[in-house]
């Protein structure tokens, strides 16, 4: 019997539209003075390291008529020049011209009848700089434990060897099934499951809401997020609008320790700081627009929130969602930063927090890859729901090498969903705090002055706790 997808994940590819490409990004910067990360170690690199994460060698094979939800398969031509690729900006290449081209990677959808992954190797970077640039469709990576590609590339010891799994790989892909037993082994299913056939039906349709209650028993905790909704719609925002095909990528920085200064001298927590930068950026953003912001001015946030603790080194993928209404109406940042602290604690006792599966169901959430949260799973609901998605995942406190080559600063592009301009994800790593900011080209055409801003903020907090 073959491997299908889940109803869930074989919504994203069914619901996955060219200009939404659903697909999450990651940019690594390494630093290598003596070039040790070339195209041809990197290639080495990852052959070596695919044992670890053998998805990445499958493909997804259609059942005819959608009888059946897809299934994944050993891709018979699987060529790894063609997922791991070469690009170079002119040197010295500066940071400008490195989002430039993952803006215009990221545009692009991924090739549906390949293992759905692909990653670039920039080179040309300024200060003996490589980029390592990643590209990973949600369906891949399910399952709270799974690995992503960009993972297994890296080691917390420099001299690690390139192949850290068996001696020698013996992957022999398997032949697909044809059609014909694709169709036989979907009538069998549904003979021996006969409500699989309406799980089908759904999840081709689109229809996510009512296979993932069927799946994953549901109901309850999405009529109560549904119901909140209806009550209190996102309110109208720039952030929300038709989008096109073309992105725009920017970035931003802040130290942990700047961010514990202002956690210590004014309260809350380091995920609290982090919505209260992004919450003071926003509103100077609004402002230079010449948007109207008065004092009960708000932008809805779609946030996930690790259950560990902040010093908490496990790596679980548990994480609660919350919708939160980030005060961009209010001009004083302590104030500010008080209404999150508050919003953030009384959101989840008070029946407001929605968990991983009903977001499933309604934006597109993957709990394994938590940077997927922006991709979208249900047409039109986003609009209502949230004016944009702020993801914030921890990351490991040391620093993480590839071949050698450290990493010294790793951004998260996570996708848009329609009508939604403008996509956050944080990734903390090694002291430093990652912002990536993915934007529509056209209706957010002005992301790097929010990119400023945000590190405008910072410095701003951290003034104000001395």
């Not at 069914?14 to 003075?33: D, F, I, R």
């Not at 991924?110 to 490589?130: C, F, I, K, Q, S």
């Not at 169709?183 to 056939?197: I, K, M, T």
Request: proline residues 8%; contains cysteine; glycine residues 8%.
């Amino acid at each position: 019997m073959v491997e299908r997808l889940t109803a869930v994940d074989a919504s994203f590819l069914y619901l996955e539209e060219p200009g939404t490409p659903m697909h999450v990004g990651g940019v690594l910067v390494l630093e290598c003075p003596d070039g040790g990360l070339d195209h041809e170690a990197l290639v080495e690199l990852v052959r070596a390291r695919l044992p670890l994460v053998p998805r990445y060698r499958q493909k997804v094979l259609e059942v005819p008529g959608h009888l059946a939800n897809p299934a994944w398969v050993d891709d018979p031509d699987f060529d790894i020049t063609y997922h791991v690729r070469r690009s170079g900006l002119p040197r010295p290449g500066t940071e400008e011209q490195l989002l430039d081209l993952v803006a215009r990677v990221i545009a692009r959808p991924l090739d549906r009848t390949r293992p759905l992954w692909e990653m670039y190797l920039v080179e040309g970077l300024a200060g003996d700089r490589t980029a390592v640039v990643t590209k990973t469709h949600p369906a891949l990576v399910d399952g709270f434990n799974a690995i992503d590609i960009g993972q297994v590339i890296l080691d917390a010891d420099p001299g690690a060897p390139t192949r850290s799994g068996p001696a020698v790989d013996e992957w022999r892909p398997r032949r697909p099934p044809g059609p014909a037993a694709l169709v036989w082994e979907a009538v069998e299913e549904s003979l021996q499951r006969p409500s699989s056939v309406l799980d089908t039906a759904r999840t081709a349709a689109g229809d996510l809401r009512a296979t993932a209650v069927r799946w994953a028993g549901l109901a309850g905790s999405l009529a109560t997020a549904v119901a909140r909704t209806a009550v209190s719609p996102a309110p109208v925002s720039p952030l929300n609008a038709p989008i096109g095909r073309q992105r725009r990528v920017a970035v931003a920085r802040a130290t942990l320790e700047d961010l514990k200064t202002v956690r210590k001298a004014h309260g809350g927590t380091v995920n609290d700081v982090l919505l209260t930068t992004v919450t003071g950026a926003l509103r100077e953003w609004l402002l230079s627009r010449g948007e109207p912001v008065v004092g009960s001015t708000v932008v809805r946030a779609l946030v996930p929130v690790s259950v560990r603790g902040e010093d908490d080194d496990g790596a679980g993928n548990r994480v609660s969602s919350l919708l939160v209404d980030l005060p961009v109406g209010e001009p004083n940042p302590r104030v500010r930063l008080a209404r999150i602290s508050f919003a953030m604690r009384g959101l989840a006792p008070r029946g407001q927090s929605v968990d991983a599966g009903t977001l499933a169901t309604l934006s597109g959430f993957a709990p394994p890859t938590l940077h997927a949260l922006g991709a979208r799973a249900a047409s039109g609901l986003s609009r209502r729901l949230f004016n944009l998605v702020v993801t914030n995942v921890p990351g490991p406190q040391q620093p993480l090498y590839a071949r050698g080559a450290r990493m010294v600063e790793v951004y998260p592009v996570v996708p848009l969903v329609r009508g939604q301009g403008l996509a956050i994800g944080l990734t903390s790593y090694d002291g430093t705090v990652y912002f990536g900011l993915t934007a529509d080209r056209d209706s957010v055409s002005d992301v790097d002055v929010l990119a400023d801003l945000i590190e405008q903020e910072v410095a701003y907090l951290v003034e104000s706790s001395s």
